[in-house]
């Protein structure tokens, strides 16, 4: 997509840089199998379709507010901040808590985080990444010294299990990570770029129960309360997307894939990463994968998946890496971080 209004690449006095990451995802697994036993599928077909084996999915008490503030709590700790020291809270969710207040603010309660703001992005998969690009605008103005940017779905709590088109692909979970301003000019956030386009809005949808569809009148199909996919037209879209914005991220900062050490890309499909590694010709081992683990837990799907490759030594401090989403609106984005 050519955008009209061409973004300049500024040099901020202050930069946003990753001081703390974590996640937390809910113990109880949904298998293949499992998922067999309840509609018309199998553990190959979603295996060669998806690359999806497992799913960590919620009990009745574990919410959207609980997961976002264990995977913030596990982001502090890392970052060996107060919780005093949180000046701003974002929860990128489509599964809040209740339609009000916002999660951010069950989270601020959780955390003692009695100095910040809170509030919620509403923006599916690509939520993450709108979370991360608002919270640099607060920091490199200035204005703010630490923010807590959190990912955290219930999906599954809108997932319609007798749907085998979309049951099989998601589950829950959340990640976080801590911005914070610093002086230093080589690390940071260093590019965001975010597109939206609401014509596809019926690709990807949970209608009930918002204004157009009140909890105050009977449905007209009671499986509005679900989520509804159109997973093939979804499909194409999403590799095109994600190309081009990682090929418009090097561009900007005048990078070729040599400097990068990983993509962390929304968790969406294995097939879908793959294909789009493999059209930017990006070398091996440096798109990292783990939706065979968790599904598409949406917003919740890059901070998971940035944790698991911190922890597991795939990139650390001085390492370039890029984050790309695309999902439900339609939304998508990237973001260009120096660790
Ligand atoms: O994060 C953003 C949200 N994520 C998405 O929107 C997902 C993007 N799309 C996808 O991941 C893939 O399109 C799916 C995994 C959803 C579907 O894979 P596909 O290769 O695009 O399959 P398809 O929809 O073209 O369906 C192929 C066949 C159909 O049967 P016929 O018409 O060929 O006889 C489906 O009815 O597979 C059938 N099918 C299934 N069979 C067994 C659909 N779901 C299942 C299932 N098990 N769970």
């Not at 890029?322 to 609106?329: K, S």
Request: glycine fraction near 6%; proline fraction near 2%; charged fraction near 20%.
């Amino acid at each position: 997509m050519t955008r009209n209004r061409e973004v300049e690449q500024h040099q901020p006095a202050h930069h946003a840089i990753i001081a703390g990451s974590g996640s937390f995802t809910p113990k109880k697994i949904l298998t293949n199998d499992d998922l067999a036993k309840m509609v018309d599928t199998s553990d190959e077909w979603i295996t060669t379709r998806t690359g999806i084996k497992t799913r960590h999915i919620t009990s009745e008490n574990e919410t959207t507010a609980y997961l976002a503030s264990e995977a913030a709590k596990a982001a502090l700790a890392n970052a060996k901040l107060n919780h005093k020291d949180i000046d701003l809270i974002i929860v990128a969710t489509i599964t809040p808590e209740m339609v009000f207040p916002s999660t951010a603010c069950f989270v601020q309660v959780a955390l003692g985080a009695t100095n910040a703001f809170a509030f919620d992005i509403a923006a599916a998969c690509s939520g993450f990444i709108y979370g991360i690009s608002i919270a640099q605008q607060y920091i490199e103005s200035g204005r703010y010294n630490n923010a807590i940017v959190i990912g955290a779905e219930t999906l599954t709590k809108i997932t319609n299990f007798k749907d085998r088109t979309s049951c099989i692909l998601f589950g829950d979970g959340a990640g976080a990570v801590v911005l914070q301003r610093s002086d230093d000019k080589n690390r940071g956030v260093l590019y965001s770029s975010l597109y939206s386009d609401g014509t596809y809005w019926k690709s990807l949808n949970c209608q009930a129960y918002g204004s157009r569809h009140p909890s105050s009148k009977k449905l007209d199909d009671p499986n509005k309360v679900y989520m509804e996919i159109k997973g093939r037209e979804v499909y194409q879209f999403a590799v095109r997307r994600v190309v081009e914005i990682v090929n418009e991220c090097l561009k900007k900062c005048k990078l070729t894939l040599d400097d990068v050490s990983m993509i962390i890309s929304h968790q969406m499909n294995a097939r879908i990463i793959e294909s789009v590694a493999k059209r930017l010709e990006l070398p091996e081992g440096k798109m990292f994968v783990n939706i065979n683990e968790y599904g598409n837990t949406s917003s919740a799907s890059i901070p998971i998946a940035f944790n698991e490759c911190l922890k597991h030594g795939k990139v650390k401090k001085g390492d370039l890496v890029i984050f790309a989403a695309f999902g439900a609106g339609l939304t998508w984005g990237a973001t260009v971080i120096r660790l």
